[in-house]
């Protein structure tokens, strides 16, 4: 009997992860792109070993630090232009217009993390992200977004191309 209980077990974590897996995969070819503008960062922790960690300009604009220990995790909405860059509107009233996007965000720490507050990279690859001005987001509908790149002031893809080592 354990041992049928521990394979069920098993099972149902391989299905929930696999699920989790797929949901990702699903959002990174079917999310809609937005570039939310990266805030100076301390150029000593800039680079931290094989990440980068993140400020986003968006954090500042929306969450003043004399309101940022009053708000729960929620959903903002941004005002998206033509070249996917997007810019704090207002926080979620249930309603979207065509030129907007829901983002969720999580208050941790007294600060907002939207999906991720690090880049992680390949080892000896830092130089490559330097010069990052974008962070690439693919969203779902619902605002649940996912990091999956950076961007440069002219909004190219930063980091090796396919094949090249340093």
Same mark, same amino acid.
Request: glycine content about 6%; hydrophobic content about 40%.
């Given at each position: 009997?354990?041992?049928?209980?521990?394979?069920?077990?098993?099972?149902?974590?391989?299905?929930?992860?696999?699920?989790?897996?797929?949901?990702?995969?699903?959002?990174?070819?079917?999310?809609?792109?937005?570039?939310?503008?990266?805030?100076? !960062? #301390? %150029?000593?922790?800039?680079?931290?070993?094989?990440?980068?960690?993140?400020?986003?300009?968006? /954090?500042? *604009? $929306?969450?003043?630090?004399?309101?940022?220990?009053?708000?729960?995790?929620?959903?903002?909405?941004?005002? !998206? #232009? %033509?070249?996917?860059?997007?810019?704090?509107?207002?926080?979620?009233?249930?309603?979207?217009? /065509?030129? *907007? $996007?829901?983002?969720?965000?999580?208050?941790?720490?007294?600060?907002?993390?939207?999906?991720?507050?690090?880049?992680?990279?390949?080892?000896?690859?830092?130089?490559?992200?330097?010069?990052?001005?974008?962070?690439?987001?693919?969203?779902?509908?619902?605002?649940?977004?996912?990091?999956?790149?950076?961007?440069?002031?002219?909004?190219?893809?930063?980091?090796?191309?396919?094949?090249?080592?340093?």
């Amino acid at each position: 009997m354990r041992n049928i209980v521990l394979l069920l077990t098993a099972a149902l974590v391989l299905v929930l992860v696999n699920y989790s897996i797929w949901q990702k995969e699903t959002l990174i070819k079917s999310g809609r792109t937005l570039l939310l503008e990266l805030a100076p !960062v #301390d %150029p000593r922790s800039l680079m931290q070993g094989d990440y980068m960690a993140l400020r986003f300009k968006l /954090a500042t *604009e $929306a969450f003043p630090h004399d309101k940022i220990k009053t708000l729960k995790d929620g959903r903002i909405v941004l005002a !998206v #232009d %033509p070249n996917n860059v997007a810019t704090f509107r207002r926080f979620s009233d249930g309603r979207t217009d /065509a030129d *907007e $996007a829901l983002l969720r965000y999580r208050i941790r720490n007294n600060q907002p993390k939207f999906a991720s507050n690090a880049f992680f990279f390949q080892e000896k690859h830092g130089s490559y992200y330097q010069n990052a001005k974008y962070g690439e987001f693919k969203v779902s509908t619902n605002g649940e977004a996912l990091l999956v790149a950076l961007r440069g002031a002219d909004l190219q893809t930063l980091g090796p191309k396919p094949g090249e080592t340093q």
